[in-house]
């Protein structure tokens, strides 16, 4: 069963850049769209990112679209989200999500991992 799995979450300052990964624990994630979600504190959950299964295409929000990058590296299985110049406000848990059923484009996922902290400092 796959259990996604977030890292490189943590602590940085404004301007820099940061990189989170996602991997699952049981299963590959190769045959899903994949996509990035976060939650600020008092906000609710927001879309991100995807990608779809070959990274052939993606999906980010207009509002992220001069910062973020969403990649996928098939061979090790794993989705990223570069994340660049950041802001006090991407402050937030960042969520890996799979949609392991829908088609492209989409923004329904049925899989979730438990989230990597972002904090940026000003």
């Known amino acids: 069963q796959v259990q996604l799995v977030e890292s490189g979450g943590g602590l940085v300052q404004a301007g820099e850049s940061l990189r989170l990964s996602c991997t699952s624990s049981?299963?590959?994630?190769?045959?899903?769209?994949m996509g990035w979600f976060r939650q600020a504190p008092g906000k609710e959950r927001e879309f991100v990112a995807s990608?779809?299964?070959?990274?052939?295409?993606?999906d980010i929000a207009d509002s992220l679209k001069d910062r973020l990058t969403i990649s996928r590296d098939i061979a090790k299985d794993t989705v990223y989200l570069q994340m660049d110049n950041v802001k006090a406000d991407d402050t937030a848990v960042y969520y890996c999500?799979?949609?392991?059923?829908?088609?492209?484009?989409?923004?329904?996922?049925?899989?979730w991992g438990r989230g990597t902290q972002v904090t940026v400092s000003s």
């Open positions: 999500a799979a949609d392991r059923y829908g088609t492209w484009p989409t923004k329904s996922f049925d899989t």
């Open positions: 049981g299963g590959s994630i190769a045959a899903f769209i």
């Open positions: 990608i779809t299964w070959a990274g052939s295409s993606t």
